[in-house]
């Protein structure tokens, strides 16, 4: 019989996290500011419209969750320095969209135990996080 190494992926290509070692402290760090990033309301609204929509502008956005372009435009360079989102350019306009798609079902699941966190203060259990 032939000794297999187990792989640390899950069945869907996802990595298991009880499989991975132990994080170190840069990698806990890099992860930290990952969810730094993140943990801001209009961007976490800014997401969800790309999310919805696919493909917006800095205009649309700034429709859509009523902000100043202005103020729009440099969360979206936020989120594209961490290479969450990517642009294209459209005659004038630039057009953004996400493709990392980790954020979408990330953003997913972190709804998911929200609404799983307020249902059991209401003394309602729901799960969908599995």
């Known amino acids: 019989m032939v000794a297999t190494k187990k792989s640390a992926r899950g069945g869907n290509g996802a990595s298991s996290l009880e499989n991975r070692p132990l994080l170190s402290p840069v990698q806990a760090g890099g992860l930290a500011a990952v969810f730094k990033v993140l943990a801001n309301d209009t961007r976490l609204r800014i997401l969800h419209a790309l999310v919805r929509s696919g493909e917006l502008c800095v205009t649309d956005l700034s429709g859509s969750i009523g902000m100043k372009p202005q103020a729009v435009s440099n969360q979206m360079q936020r989120l594209a320095d961490l290479g969450i989102v990517t642009s294209r350019r459209e005659g004038n306009t630039i057009r953004y969209r996400l493709v990392d798609l980790c954020v979408r079902s990330l953003m997913d699941q ?21």
Request: glycine share 20%; proline share 0%; hydrophobic share 35%.
């Open 110 to 130: 972190a709804l998911c135990l929200m609404e799983g966190v307020s249902g059991i203060q209401s003394g309602v259990k729901t799960t969908c996080c599995g």
